[in-house]
């Protein structure tokens, strides 16, 4: 199980690298002639131009590798434990991912919040056996908070770039995230492939079941009530990127997108660009 | 010489008085209906929660029933029309007025059904925090909520958009985790009318409803 998974994760992670480097120059370029996937209507998918391959392999990821693979296998393991173990095996892992959420908050120029990752890799390492509680949330208050390289690179104003999806390893991403990817794979130990080289038991299959598991009722409500489930997707992705680099602080600072948003029916001729 | 020092300064003092409680009374005009606007969303809000968890504790409806009454909650309490005029944005203009009308009426079905159905997996082991509220740029007011314990888990963050109807305030928008509701779905809307256009946009609408109506169905009739 591990082996196939692990290789396919290093051939796509070259082959995402490629799309990168193939694709990132294209937006400065699309000023000129219009791109060959343009329509009439430009707006939607602008971040998307990918929008082929990325749709392709959301339906592998979607109707076969969730459907038959991942998806069945989530539900037997939610048929025999109780959700509270999931949310501690979460918390397991998630406790690994020390180096990245104390290092990447620094590159944030957010010392602060790095003392706080130490806080509570210290104090959820023991006295929270080894991650699987969170003493430091609970009688501490010191907040999670989830750092990778692709906010880093967002705080230091790098845009996201265009929509990615990958199959198996990254069902959503973007180019500026996935270019992280490496660092992550490094310092986000629980969220790796790279360490699972180094362990000999299949920790990263049971990780991503359980991760499943967990986001089995969001993915089937998503499901059901989008009319275009990559679309909302993708909408949702770009939507959560953005309040993790702005760490949650509130949507005061979203006024231009959410005002457009709420005012354009008040406005009978839209601002056509 | 100090009586006179001391009239000036009590002059100057009760002027300086003045102005403050002048300029006391221009800054709070604005702030005073910004704190009944709160108010008045957060109380509207409360009474639709109230409602909402009155029918999941009422022991007595069955499963449709229960769907059911959520649904007419959701009528009630939001501005449908004007959640389809902000979910369709400028593509607004290709739909004719017989398609408007039905692409409004299948949207409305298609929000009360799936709200009524996401609502109805909470039980009374979760509760509903109704946290800050603030005023939006265009005076709509949002109020932030968290449903905790139970299903929720580690706690899931919903607020709410309100807009102003008379003196009445209507959801305009649910934001769970930050993905605005409005937000996802004219998106979605902008993609399926871009590639396949605004026939298939309604068929597509009518698909999903009669879907969710039958598993509705079949989900009641298994009880």
Same mark, same amino acid.
């Given at each position: 199980m591990r082996r196939p998974l692990r290789a396919l994760g290093l051939a796509l992670c070259a082959g995402g690298l490629l799309a990168c480097a193939s694709t990132s120059p294209s937006p400065a370029a699309s000023d000129g002639p219009p791109p #060959? !996937? #343009?329509?009439? &209507? =430009? =707006? #939607?998918? &602008?971040?998307? =131009?990918l929008q082929g391959w990325n749709r392709t392999m959301f339906w592998f990821n979607d109707q076969v590798v969730d459907r038959y693979v991942l998806g069945p296998v989530a539900h037997g393991w939610m048929a025999i434990s109780a959700p509270t173990v999931r949310t501690h095996v979460e918390q397991f892992f998630d406790n690994l991912n020390f180096p990245g959420y104390f290092v990447q908050p620094a590159l944030q120029g957010d010392p602060h919040q790095s003392a706080v990752a130490l806080a509570r890799f210290i104090i959820n390492s023991s006295l929270g056996v080894a991650g699987v509680f969170d003493p430091a949330e609970a009688?501490?208050?010191l907040q999670k908070r989830k750092e990778d390289m692709g906010q880093t690179f967002g705080v230091w104003g790098i845009p996201p770039g265009s929509f990615l999806v990958l199959p198996v390893i990254e069902p959503a991403t973007c180019v500026r995230d996935f270019a992280g990817w490496p660092v992550d794979q490094i310092l986000n130990v629980g969220d790796t492939y790279f360490w699972s080289w180094f362990a000999p038991y299949g920790e990263t299959a049971f990780r991503d079941v359980n991760r499943r598991a967990l986001a089995d009722e969001q993915l089937t409500s998503i499901r059901e009530a989008s009319l275009d489930f990559y679309a909302a997707a993708r909408d949702a992705y770009f939507k959560r990127r953005a309040v993790a680099i702005r760490n949650g #602080? $509130? $949507? &005061? !600072? !979203?006024?231009e997108p959410s005002d457009d948003l709420y005012q354009i029916d008040d406005d009978s001729s839209p601002k056509q660009p | 010489m100090t009586s006179i020092r001391s009239m000036t300064t009590r002059v100057r003092s009760s002027r300086s008085a003045a102005l403050a409680a002048l300029a006391a009374m221009l800054l709070a005009a604005p702030l005073a209906w910004a704190d009944a606007a709160v108010d008045g969303a957060k109380a509207s809000l409360q009474v639709t929660t109230d409602q909402v968890l009155a029918v999941l504790n009422d %022991?007595?409806?069955d499963k449709p029933g229960r769907l059911k009454k959520l649904e007419n909650i959701a009528l009630d309490r939001f501005d449908f029309p004007r959640m389809t005029l902000l979910v369709l944005g %400028?593509? %607004?203009?290709?739909?004719?007025p017989e398609q408007l009308s039905e692409f409004q009426e299948e949207f409305k079905r298609h929000l009360s059904l799936t709200y009524g159905k996401q609502i109805e997996k909470y039980t009374s082991d979760e509760k509903i925090q109704t946290g800050d509220a603030r005023v939006e740029p265009n005076k709509d007011v949002t109020v932030k909520t968290r449903i905790v314990g139970g299903a929720a888990g580690e706690g899931l963050r919903i607020d709410y958009r309100l807009r102003a109807d008379g003196d009445d305030w209507k959801i305009i928008d649910v934001i769970p985790e930050n993905v605005s509701l409005i937000g996802n779905f004219r998106s979605q809307v902008q993609e399926i009318v871009t590639q396949k256009g605004v026939g298939q946009l309604i068929q597509t609408l009518r698909d999903k409803n009669a879907q969710a109506q039958q598993q509705q169905g079949t989900g009641g009739g298994a009880k």
């Open positions: #060959a !996937t #343009a329509q009439v &209507e =430009p =707006p #939607a998918s &602008e971040r998307d =131009p009688h501490f208050h #602080a $509130d $949507d &005061e !600072t !979203t006024q | %022991k007595s409806l %400028k593509n %607004k203009s290709q739909l004719s």
